[in-house]
Each structure stands twice: as structure tokens, then as C-alpha cells.
């Protein structure tokens, strides 16, 4: 009987052992795997979560509105600056978030992707360039779409799921006995330098789970959302936008009707095509009514309310923002990519001098 409980006690022993180092194998190399896009990843969304206030503190002469107190009308203002810019096949035009803020253009032109900012109160062009002259917009790409279409949202993806692979078997292989939580995540910084690194990323690592794994699991929705959704019309491109900002004055209008006590959050121009997005935050913190109208001709063609539009994005990006707690939430979200920043370069340097040793 005695031989029989020694030997279920050994083999019971040993299963945990291998599941033990499967899990810390697993967690090392995917960690080292995706190491250096995690901490891209961590830099970007931290960034972006203060999207305009950084941008305005890097480049205040390019992203700073003037303080008229008269400022001119739209198509005033979007003709002068459009005349000095390239023919585009498309604009989108993001609309100022504070009285501080500038319009952002996006064109897409022969040469690629053309950014340029515009001053609300007399439309002057006050920067423009490639993405890199627009170091918040290069940092918005990186973190949504690291690569041109599928491939870009397809990394995206693997991305969360490695972070939510990490966590997962880190805490596995790490979980303190029940009653012993206490004890077994404290920290001496009496220990040497190597045992102090050790302790404080298995500690910061697990404190910390449950929103690194928050904001992987949406990240995760948010990238799967725009794979499974249908691809984009391969119908050819306008050759130009139309420069018809009489038009374009008009739709905004018949947007404003359509959605009253609205503010509008941004406009796309595909040839004499306008699509307007309001936002909606009484449907959800992200939600948008979308209105489609014609510049030409100024009628709406089509007007979605947000209420009808079956999306997650609207209800996953406030999460993975930390917009949904408003100021706090971003400061917690920052917080949180310093601290997976930290993690993944003491975990790597933990394997660096572990595989050294181990070659020795």
C-alpha cells in the first residue's frame, strides 16, 4: 500500500515537473520570439493614447490652431489648403477634438500616402509631409497596421495572441500555492542582481495580468474584426477629388440635419463621393452615425445611425484605450505598456544570460 502511494506520489511529481518546463520553455521563446514587437507595440499604444496632446507638444508650429476668434467656413478653408497640396485619389479629413487642435488631411496620391495639417481659422497649410513628418501618425500605423492590409492586422493578431500566450503560461508556471500569495511575490532587494531581476518581473508580471491580458483579448477582437470582415471594392480609384468644397459645405449640412447635437469626427472624399462619420457617445464611447452624401449634386445618398451598425470596435476601443475611464484610463493604459516595456527587457536579458551560461 505504502509502495503503491510512493509511486502515484513520483509519478504525480514528475507530470507537474514536465508541465513545468513546458509551460516556462513556451513562455521564453514566444516571448523572445516577438520580443522586440511587443515593446514596438507597447511604445506606439502608449503614444497614441495621448494621440493629439503628444503631437501637439512634439510639433506645436505644424499641430496648433491659431486663436482667431473668426474663423472662415469649410470650403474656405479645405480649398485653400487642398490647392496647395498633390492631386489625391482620396482625402480624409480629421476634424479638430479641442479649440487648440488643427485638421488633419490624409491624401492619397501617385506618390503614396501624404499627410498635412491645417489651421481651422484662415486655412493655412502649417505642415505637411510623408507619415514620418507626423511622428503620432507613424506611431498609429505601427501600433494598428504594421504592414499594408491583411498581413498588417494578420501581425497584429499573432501579436495579441503571443501576449496573451505569455501571460498565460508565465502565471501558470509561476501561481503561488493558495495562502502563500504573499510570501512567494514578495521581494528581497537584498538579493544579487540577477535574483532581484527575477522577482521583480515575476512579480510586476503577475500583478499586472490581468490588464496586459484586457488589453491583448481586445487588441486581439479589434484585428479579427477587420480580417473577417469583407475585403475592400477593387473597383478603380477616382483619379482625383473633386474640388467642389461648395458641395462639400453642403453635405456636412445635410449631415448635421440627419444627426443633430452631434460633433463630427471625421470626413472621406473619394472622388464626388463624401462620407461623414458623427460621433455618438450615448450608443457607446466610439460609436459614429455615418452619413454618405454626393458633392456634386448635394444629397444623401445614405444615412446609417450607430444604432444599427452591428460592430465590436465601437465597444472594444474604448476598452483597449482606456478611454472608457477617460483620463485616468489612459494614464492606467500608459501605465500598463511602461510596465510591458519594463517586463520584456528583463525577461530578455533573464534569457540572454541564461543562454550564455547555458553555451559555456
Not at 505569455?166 to 504573499?182: A, H, N, S
Not at 457607446?284 to 446609417?304: D, G, Y
Given at each position: 500500500m505504502r509502495i503503491s502511494t510512493g509511486r502515484e506520489t513520483c509519478r504525480s511529481f514528475c507530470i507537474m515537473m514536465l508541465v513545468k518546463r513546458t509551460l516556462l520553455t513556451l513562455h521564453r521563446r514566444v516571448a523572445v520570439l516577438f520580443a522586440f514587437f511587443l515593446m514596438v507595440q507597447a511604445l506606439s499604444g502608449a503614444a497614441i493614447s495621448w494621440r493629439w496632446e503628444v503631437a501637439r507638444f512634439i510639433d506645436p508650429a505644424g499641430m496648433t490652431a491659431s486663436q482667431s476668434v473668426e474663423r472662415d467656413n469649410i470650403e474656405k478653408v479645405m480649398g485653400r489648403a487642398v490647392a496647395a497640396l498633390p492631386e489625391a485619389s482620396s482625402t480624409r479629413i480629421y476634424f479638430p477634438t479641442s479649440p487648440q487642435s488643427t485638421y488633419l488631411l490624409r491624401l492619397e496620391t501617385e506618390k503614396g500616402t501624404w499627410y498635412a495639417s491645417v489651421d481651422p481659422a484662415n486655412g493655412a497649410l502649417l505642415r505637411q509631409g510623408t507619415v514620418w513628418h507626423f511622428p503620432l501618425e507613424a506611431a498609429l500605423q505601427l501600433h494598428f497596421q504594421p504592414l499594408q492590409g491583411r498581413p498588417g492586422n494578420s501581425l497584429v493578431l499573432a501579436l495579441a495572441l503571443a501576449l496573451i500566450t505569455?501571460?498565460?503560461?508565465?502565471?501558470?508556471?509561476?501561481?503561488?500555492?493558495?495562502?502563500?500569495?504573499?510570501k512567494q511575490l514578495a521581494i528581497d532587494f537584498r538579493s544579487s542582481g540577477k535574483n532581484l531581476l527575477r522577482q521583480l518581473h515575476r512579480t510586476l508580471g503577475i500583478f499586472v495580468l490581468p490588464l496586459l491580458l484586457t488589453i491583448a483579448v481586445t487588441g486581439a477582437l479589434l484585428a479579427l474584426e477587420i480580417l473577417l470582415s469583407p475585403p475592400a471594392s477593387s473597383a478603380k480609384k477616382p483619379d482625383y477629388v473633386t474640388t467642389n468644397f461648395a458641395g462639400f459645405a453642403c453635405a456636412l449640412k445635410a449631415a448635421k440635419q440627419a444627426f443633430p447635437e452631434t460633433r463630427i469626427r471625421d470626413v472621406r472624399i473619394s472622388g464626388d463621393v463624401v462620407r461623414?462619420?458623427?460621433?455618438?457617445?450615448?450608443?457607446?464611447?466610439?460609436?459614429?452615425?455615418?452619413?454618405?452624401?454626393?458633392?456634386?449634386?448635394?444629397?444623401?445618398?445614405?444615412?446609417?445611425?450607430?444604432?444599427?451598425?452591428?460592430a465590436w470596435w465601437p465597444q472594444l476601443l474604448p476598452i483597449h484605450t482606456g478611454s472608457l475611464l477617460g483620463t485616468a484610463g489612459r494614464i492606467l493604459v500608459t501605465g500598463v505598456a511602461a510596465v510591458l516595456l519594463l517586463l520584456t527587457l528583463m525577461g530578455f536579458w533573464l534569457w540572454l544570460t541564461r543562454s550564455r551560461q547555458y553555451h559555456r
Open positions: 505569455v501571460g498565460v503560461t508565465g502565471f501558470l508556471f509561476l501561481r503561488p500555492r493558495q495562502g502563500r500569495w504573499r461623414i462619420q458623427l460621433h455618438e457617445p450615448d450608443n457607446a464611447p466610439w460609436a459614429i452615425h455615418r452619413v454618405t452624401a454626393a458633392m456634386q449634386a448635394p444629397c444623401v445618398i445614405e444615412s446609417q445611425p450607430a444604432s444599427v451598425r452591428r
